[in-house]
Each structure stands twice: as C-alpha cells, then as structure tokens.
C-alpha cells in the first residue's frame, strides 16, 4: 500500500492574496505608495509567488501603467497612512487620498462596504483574520 502525497491546494491563498489587494492596494519597494494591480494583470507566475511568499516578486503592471519589479499587501501603518497613486486612482474612478481604500470612506462607497466601517475594529478584525489565514 503506497502512501499517496496530500494534494497541497494552495490557489485559495492566492485568491485571498488578491482579494486582500483588491481593498488594501499594494506597497513597492521603491515607491511609497499604494498602487492597484487589475485583476486581469495577474499571471500564474505571479499567483505562485503569492502562494509561496505572499508577496509577488516577478514583474507586475500596476493599474497606473507602470511595472513594479515587485508588490507585497502593505503593513497597517501603510493601508492609512501611505498616499494612494494618483495614476492608479485615475485608472480606477477612486478619489485620490491617503490610505487603502478599504480605509476611506470615499472608497469604501466605491467597493460597496458601509462607510462607516473603516474604524480600528475592523483594522484589528482584519489583522486577526490574516494571522489565521483563513
Ligand atoms: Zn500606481
């Protein structure tokens, strides 16, 4: 009797991964910023390295029309703090801004949440629900 390997499905994270993005947009490491990625942008090869290293290290087009050479989800202090891109709010139809549209309000209206949801509860809620990575 052969012990058959457990088939390691991992695309649900990198689904996350890009829901998460979708709301908190997403840090380079040479700007300072908050870009947005279209969904249609992303490539397997990037899918593997959400999966991998929750972070995407391969070349990626931002909504604004420039390449990263890499995208991670921002840490808290960036989703309220960083300015979101003026190229990527344009190309979206967000209002520009500081912090991850999930954090203001003008936006959340855009994403469809409640706009008075975007209090520390629900930053605290998010961070929680990352650690258990559900
Ligand atoms: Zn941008």
């Not at 990626?60 to 979101?84: T, W």
Request: aromatic share 6%; with cysteine; net charge negative.
């Amino acid at each position: 009797m052969t012990m058959q390997p457990e088939p390691v499905l991992c695309l649900e994270s990198a689904e996350e991964f890009i829901s998460i993005g979708r709301v908190d947009w997403y840090v380079t490491k040479s700007w300072r910023k908050l870009h947005a990625v279209r969904d249609e942008d992303w490539t397997g090869e990037h899918r593997a390295d959400m999966e991998q290293e929750w972070a995407v290290l391969s070349p990626v087009r931002l909504a604004c029309g420039r390449v990263a050479a890499s995208v991670c989800i921002p840490g808290m202090f960036s989703r309220m703090g960083a300015e979101r891109c003026k190229g990527c709010c344009r190309a979206l139809g967000y209002p520009q801004g500081k912090g991850s549209p999930k954090n203001d309000d003008a936006c959340r209206v855009l994403l469809g949440l409640p706009a008075d949801g975007g209090g520390l509860c629900e930053v605290l809620g998010d961070e929680e629900r990352s650690e258990e990575g559900e």
